[in-house]
């Protein structure tokens, strides 16, 4: 039998993705990126978000099926982000993800934002499988989820604060670097001394939850003081100890995950995995432990639809299609 072609749309925050997927094979993965709309604000504005989403999608949708050379009649299944997410950007992809399966006659698959990252690693690696513990880390949100089998997500720890992302912006917003944070400080990092600062590891006595809230105040006071003492250290060494702080804190919970449970296979997903420095702390600490690491490459690992055509296609195998009537939710939680 052959592998199912399915159509990915997302659009949940500031990125409009559209991918065709024949099985799990990327036959084409476009992007339309508003950052350059959302800079100049030094973050996301939801109507504009909304409104660049409306532009981009038809010919976005267009462009991923002439480069996977697929007519829209071929498609087995249109998937689409319903939530988590901005409402309006949501609803923006799902009303149109859901008119293109209606007028095809194919089936609907309202895709899980977060469970997309949690698929994406299939995109890259065929030998991922469950039992396997997945660290998701992006702008919104921050969860250790443990995978016991195919759609059965237990969430083990998440942020009780800022998610990972977002400490990574807003840090990288009050030092003036500009929208969105992480690249630019993981650009900035390079060269400079992880252990130049020591900020605050905080969350020691939960072994599986993040805050990211008191290192963004601990670098605030930390930059007013040494301004009012003239002595701010270089950019580089601010930059390198900011991510260090973010990323041992991820790796330390991701791998108290990996014991507790002992599986054998650690994933990632979320914009955060695009950082250089996690994903070399992650692979050193993987390798001690003697377990299988299996991270998306970096344009997996930031929000894309061939994650959320991914995600469809395992629900497209159980014949799982989403009502006509459905909606989006901008609140909606996996594993719940
Ligand atoms: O998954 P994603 O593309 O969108 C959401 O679902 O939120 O993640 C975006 C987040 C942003 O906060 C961005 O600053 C962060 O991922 N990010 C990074 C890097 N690239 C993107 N954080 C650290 N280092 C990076 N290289
Ligand atoms: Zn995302």
């Given at each position: 039998m052959s592998e199912p072609l399915i159509l990915g749309i997302e659009t949940s925050c500031d990125e409009t993705g559209v991918a065709v997927l024949s099985g799990n094979e990327v036959l084409s993965c476009v992007l339309a990126t508003q950052v350059d709309e959302h800079a100049r604000f030094g973050g996301i504005l939801p109507e504009i978000a909304a409104r660049a989403h409306v532009e981009a999608i038809r010919p976005l949708v267009h462009q991923a099926l002439n480069q996977a050379a697929i007519h829209h009649d071929e498609l087995d299944a249109v998937a689409v982000t319903r939530g988590p997410g901005l409402v309006g950007a949501l609803a923006v992809g799902y009303a149109y993800g859901k008119t293109m399966a209606w007028t095809l006659g194919k089936p609907l698959i309202g895709v899980d934002h977060m469970e997309g990252h949690l698929f994406a690693p299939l995109l890259d690696h065929s030998d991922y499988e469950p039992p396997a513990v997945v660290v998701l880390v992006s702008g919104g949100h921050s969860m250790i989820v443990h995978m016991r089998a195919w759609g059965e997500y237990h969430v083990m720890g998440q942020t009780l604060d800022d998610a990972a992302g977002e400490a990574f912006d807003k840090l990288a917003r009050f030092m003036g670097?500009?929208?969105?944070g992480g690249p630019a400080i993981d650009l900035y990092a390079?060269?400079?001394?992880?252990?130049?600062i020591s900020f605050p590891r905080p969350m020691?006595?939960?072994?599986y939850d993040f805050s990211f809230s008191g290192l963004k105040t601990s670098v605030v006071t930390f930059l007013e003081k040494a301004k009012t003492a003239n002595s701010v250290p270089p950019l580089e060494d601010v930059c390198a100890s900011i991510q260090e702080a973010i990323v041992d804190s991820i790796v330390s919970k991701t791998f108290n995950a990996v014991e507790a449970t002992g599986v054998e296979i650690v994933a990632g997903g979320g914009g955060?995995?695009?950082?250089r420095r996690l994903r070399q702390k992650l692979q050193e600490e993987a390798d001690r432990r003697g377990v299988n690491l299996l991270l998306p490459s970096p344009q997996l690992c930031t929000d894309n639809g061939a994650m959320i055509a991914a995600a469809g296609r395992y629900h497209y195998d159980r014949g799982v299609f989403t009502p006509w009537g459905s909606d989006v939710d901008p609140n909606l939680k996996i594993g719940q």
């Open positions: 670097l500009g929208y969105p390079t060269g400079g001394d992880p252990d130049a020691q006595g939960r072994p955060v995995l695009a950082n």
